[in-house]
Nanobody, 118 residues
């Protein structure tokens, strides 16, 4: 089972930037799809962005232009750069790894909380 550890969350003022990291254990990182999700209080978890093993990216329509997902396969780490933060970005952000070699196998991190103050 792959272990995912998110970091980089915290309190940031509206308009500021923040970069989240997701460090993965094991050797399957480079053969996986990484996704960042978020869950705001009282709301369902939603996809923020994803990146394929080859680097192709996908973003939630409402977040395009403010968020950038990237990955460094040599470091087994994925990132989510968040710019121009808004109070509605306040949520717990989760990292997800989907194994491309085993259908249906995925792992979740424990989440990192981001609070954006107005």
């Amino acid at each position: 089972q792959v272990q995912l550890v998110e970091s980089g969350g915290g309190l940031v003022q509206a308009g500021g930037s923040l970069r989240l990291s997701c460090a993965a254990s094991g050797s399957i990182f480079r053969i996986s799809v990484i996704g960042w999700y978020r869950q705001a209080p009282g709301k369902q978890r939603e996809l923020v962005a994803s990146i394929s093993s080859g680097g192709s990216t996908n973003y939630a329509d409402a977040l395009k232009g403010r968020f950038t997902i990237s990955r460094d396969n040599a470091k087994n780490t994925a990132y989510l750069q968040m710019n121009s933060r808004k109070p509605e970005d306040t949520a717990v952000y989760y990292c997800n790894l989907r194994d491309l070699l085993v259908l249906g196998r995925e792992s979740w991190g424990q989440g990192t909380k981001v609070t954006v103050s107005s």
